[in-house]
């Protein structure tokens, strides 16, 4: 293994770069989740009357597609760092916490 040791300015340097390069693509995730989530609410109610028990994607802001199983609609907005693929009309299950409590005497 072979360790070295930079200069301060170089190593702050470095250190930034770095956490831009972490950091973009996790505010690109945020950014695309938002225009996500603000296009399914404006739709909500049509996608609901009318694809009811169909799936679909939502990507880039927009609805992408509706099929009538995952497999019609898995290859829509590849390139999306977030989608929303969800059959409507299904609700999530209710959120649980499993485990359990142990008391000493």
């Known amino acids: ?3 070295m040791e930079l200069p301060k ?4 340097e470095f ?18 989740a938002k225009a996500n989530n603000q296009a399914f609410k404006n739709i909500q109610a049509e996608i609901e ?3 009811f028990g169909s799936f ?3 990507a880039h802001g927009q609805l992408q597609g509706v099929g009538e199983s ?7 907005a590849p390139d999306a760092q ?3 693929v969800m059959q409507v009309g299904e ?9 359990w409590q142990i008391e000493f005497d």
């Open 70 to 76: 995952l497999a019609e609609v898995n290859h829509l």
């Open 9 to 12: 300015a170089l190593q702050q």
């Open 15 to 32: 250190e930034q770069t770095a956490q831009k390069f972490y950091e973009w693509p996790q505010r690109q995730i945020d950014t695309e």
């Open 56 to 58: 679909l994607v939502i």
């Open 1 to 3: 293994m072979l360790t």
């Open 91 to 99: 609700r999530r299950p209710k959120e649980v916490e499993l485990g």
């Open 49 to 51: 009357k009318y694809y």
């Open 82 to 84: 977030h989608r929303i």
